[in-house]
């Protein structure tokens, strides 16, 4: 596949940590709430999947943008904009929270942090949703406050994340629980901290507001990292896609709905809360779904998708699409995520999909596959 090149320029912004990452090696980008996000460091992907299941890996996450929402009204601007109760929420928390519109169609699928009553952010996929929450408080006439926060995060991934944390911050850090964050003392400076990350290997998220410290301390994780074999990294799409980790934009968008992804669990039609779209999902849910995103497997060693494949029956009939897919070791085999019609998304079900003008069977299977 041809390489292209990504111009730098004023619009296409570099994150607090970009001239470090690139001393380390980073050796491709893509594009992320109109920012640089690492995606390849020196070194074949399956080397790098392997590094983050058996070791730790620093991450520069500062792509994943936090929209703070704050004052008398905050609450119920969060609420409307999401389809799970955060009537309980607490401070010091972390929620998965998919974010909807008045359809009832994806408009992302942040973390939302709360950290007071009063005031919260928005941790988002790529899209956005400061627009979006502007033009609803505008509409509502709510009495808040919405910007983007400066924050840049980076990310410490993999199983042993925690014993570097705690070599690192001290042995307070391992109290804290999955999803869950904190503030944390490095140098006279706090930082927060959340126990997540974009992988299923363990780690947590250091969400940065003094640009300063958080390079000190980005430094002096690679300064006491070496006995844990630390080295850079970025999300790897192997392991997210063994995980059943979705990508917005990638696995599902503004075309999709909650229950066609799998987000049944954080779609809570039973509660008293007021949210865009909630009607629209009852429909759904009463009616059934058309379609839904799943697993398939595919009996090649190579793939590169950087657009949707077509799925269809032994009678060529269109039955779904692959959005996402990878060669993954452990399977021997590619393996993707699809959204899949009815009556063909059940594990199971069969296909077939072209590529290079071959025919190739694609057995459709759950999520995640690990």
Not at 216 to 240: Q, S, V
Not at 358 to 367: E, G, M, Q, T, W
Request: hydrophobic share 35%; charged share 30%.
């Amino acid at each position: 596949m041809k390489e292209y090149f990504i111009s730098k320029s004023r619009r296409l912004r570099s994150t607090s940590y970009t001239s470090r990452i690139e001393e380390q090696g980073v050796t491709a980008y893509t594009i992320y709430n109109h920012m640089l996000l690492p995606t390849r460091f020196g070194g074949p992907l399956e080397e790098l999947y392997h590094h983050l299941k058996e070791h730790v890996q620093v991450w520069d996450a500062a792509g994943q943008r936090q929209v703070e929402v704050n004052g008398k009204d905050s609450y119920k601007l969060v609420q409307l904009m999401t389809c799970r109760d955060l009537s309980k929420a607490k401070v010091g928390r972390c929620y998965y929270a998919p974010i909807i519109d008045d359809k009832a169609k994806l408009i992302n699928d942040p973390v939302i942090l709360k950290l007071s009553d009063q005031r919260w952010w928005i941790s988002l996929s790529d899209s956005d949703v400061e627009l979006f929450a502007k033009g609803i408080a505008i509409g509502k006439n709510f009495d808040v406050n919405i910007f983007e926060a400066k924050v840049d995060i980076f990310s410490v991934q993999g199983p042993k994340s925690f014993d570097l944390m705690e070599k690192v911050l001290g042995s307070k850090i391992k109290e804290l629980k999955f999803f869950g964050f904190d503030y944390y003392e490095f140098k006279g400076v706090k930082h927060l901290i959340a126990r997540s990350g974009w992988s299923k290997q363990g780690g947590f998220e250091v969400y940065v507001e003094n640009t300063q410290s958080g390079l000190d301390l980005y430094d002096y994780f690679f300064e006491i990292g070496k006995e844990f074999n630390l080295k850079p990294g970025c999300p790897n799409l192997i392991e997210r896609i063994e995980s059943g980790l979705l990508s917005y934009g990638n696995d599902f968008d503004n075309n999709d709905n909650p229950f066609e992804c799998g987000f049944e669990k954080y779609v809570n039609l039973d509660s008293d809360v007021s949210f865009l779209g909630k009607e629209r999902l009852r429909k759904i849910k009463k009616e059934g779904i058309k379609r839904k995103l799943m697993g398939v497997l595919i009996d090649i060693n190579k793939i590169n998708l950087t657009k949707s494949i077509d799925i269809k029956d032994d009678k060529g009939v269109f039955i779904g699409e692959i959005r996402s897919a990878c060669y993954s070791p452990h399977f021997k085999k590619v393996i993707g995520i699809a959204m899949i019609n009815e009556p063909y998304c059940k594990a199971s079900a069969t296909g077939t999909m072209e590529i290079d003008g071959k025919s190739l069977p694609v057995k459709v299977c759950d999520l995640p596959f690990i």
